[in-house]
T-cell receptor, first 112, second 111 residues
Framework: AQRVTQPEKLLSVFKGAPVELKCNYS??????LFWYVQYSRQRLQLLLR??SRESIKGFTADLNKGETSFHLKKPFAQEEDSAMYYC??????????????FGKGTHLIIQP | ETGVTQSPTHLIKTRGQQVTLRCSSQ?????VSWYQQALGQGPQFIFQ???????GRGNFPPRFSGLQFPNYSSELNVNALELDDSALYLC??????????FGSGTRLTVV
């Protein structure tokens, strides 16, 4: 069975500082990886998806298969980045029927 | 284009009762999945429906069941409610089984 680990429950950085939210996964096959974000009082929304290789709101994430990691990075944090961030995995081979496996989330706080 | 809507937003039930939660998927999406999110945890996959058939299930007992209708809306039914069923229940819809759009959730409290 697959597993997603986000080792930091809470991460606090100052505005303008670099941000890295860690995500490690365990899955024997080929995973599709996502980052979801939940801003205060809003619904969970997709931030970025590995396969699209996009940069959304200045965030990027690189899949490292050797280290089984998919860390989320942003070079300069902004106050509006404060939110709950979830890393998620779906087995590519299952056609999506296995559903998303989420980590427990990291609460990112950007201090002014 | 409407997003995913869930009803009700909040619900209180007594242990042993049954509950039905509803979800309207985003226009054009034919896949609906349900998640349970306990306090302080990430969402956990319950099951998924594709064109009215269950095509995937997580580690949840049979008292969690569902339906998907021809218009792709969906229901989650939970029988014999237990205190541990108290959680936020999220519905998500997708067109391609990978890009999910989530609803705001139903907060269920079992007393």
């Amino acid at each position: 069975a697959q597993r997603v680990t986000q080792p930091e429950k809470l991460l606090s950085v100052f505005k303008g500082a670099p941000v890295e939210l860690k995500c490690n996964y365990s899955y024997s096959g080929s995973p599709e990886l996502f980052w979801y974000v939940q801003y205060s009082r809003q619904r969970l929304q997709l931030l970025l998806r590995h396969i699209s290789r996009e940069s959304i709101k200045g965030f990027t994430a690189d899949l490292n298969k050797g280290e089984t990691s998919f860390h989320l990075k942003k070079p300069f944090a902004q106050e509006e980045d404060s939110a709950m961030y979830y890393c998620a995995l779906i087995p590519y081979s299952g056609g999506g029927a296995d559903g998303l496996t989420f980590g427990k989330g990291t609460h990112l706080i950007i201090q002014p | 284009e409407t997003g995913v809507t869930q009803s009700p937003t909040h619900l209180i039930k007594t242990r042993g009762q049954q509950v039905t939660l509803r979800c309207s998927s985003q226009s054009g999406h034919n896949t609906v999945s349900w998640y349970q999110q306990a306090l302080g945890q990430g969402p956990q996959f319950i099951f998924q429906y594709y064109r009215e058939e269950e095509n995937g299930r997580g580690n949840f007992p049979p008292r969690f069941s569902g339906l998907q209708f021809p218009n792709y809306s969906s229901e989650l039914n939970v029988n014999a409610l237990e205190l541990d069923d108290s959680a936020l229940y999220l519905c998500a819809s997708s067109q391609d089984s990978y890009g999910y759009t989530f609803g705001s959730g139903t907060r269920l409290t079992v007393v």
